[in-house]
């Protein structure tokens, strides 16, 4: 009796799966396979908040080391929540914040609810792919990764570094 029903399920499920659904995921224009035409000079790098933090770990200026590495110019991009994270982390990162309360780097105000940074970052790259993302957190790259054409800097060995950037300068 209960091969029957089993049976009767699985002829079910058969008769209403034949209809396959298939979707396509729509891909930007400015992609031509995973090279993205949209990330010009100046480059706009949207900056987390354990970039920072890493940066001055390893006293390395923001700006001019980013403009060492891309060989162009940079337009370090501080979200709302970002700035907020920092502020959040309490006296330990007064310099980081101090960092990022400089005049010279460009501000998004962010239009969400919350303040987590990586939902922030992921949606503004989702929405339009041409920002660098500079971030020291694995959980971020993971996701950024999962975006084609986005290019992701980190600070690593004492340097800025950059991944998926086709025209990035080979290491030395």
């Known amino acids: 009796k209960k091969n029957q029903l089993k049976g009767e399920i699985e002829g079910r499920r058969k008769t209403t799966g034949d209809e396959v659904v298939r979707e396509i995921p729509q891909v930007a224009s400015n992609l031509f396979f995973q090279y993205n035409t949209a990330l010009v000079p100046p480059y706009s790098v949207l900056v987390d908040t354990n970039f920072i933090g890493h940066s001055i770990q390893n006293k390395l200026e923001l700006l001019s080391s980013m403009m060492d590495l891309l060989y162009a110019k ?5 979200t ?5 994270e920092l502020e959040k982390l309490g006296p330990r990162y007064r310099i980081a914040l101090q960092t990022a309360r400089d005049e010279r780097w460009e501000r998004i105000t962010c239009s969400h609810k919350g303040t987590y940074a990586d939902d922030c970052l992921v949606d503004l790259v989702m929405k339009s792919k041409i920002y660098i993302v500079a971030t020291n957190d694995r959980d971020l790259k ?3 990764r999962k975006i084609p054409g986005v290019p992701i800097m980190s600070v690593a060995r004492g340097k800025y570094v950059i991944e998926r950037l086709p ?3 080979e290491k030395r």
Do not use: E, L
């Open 74 to 78: 940079c337009n370090p991009i501080i």
């Open 80 to 84: 709302s929540c970002v700035m907020a």
């Open 142 to 144: 993971r996701r950024i």
């Open 167 to 169: 025209d990035a300068p």
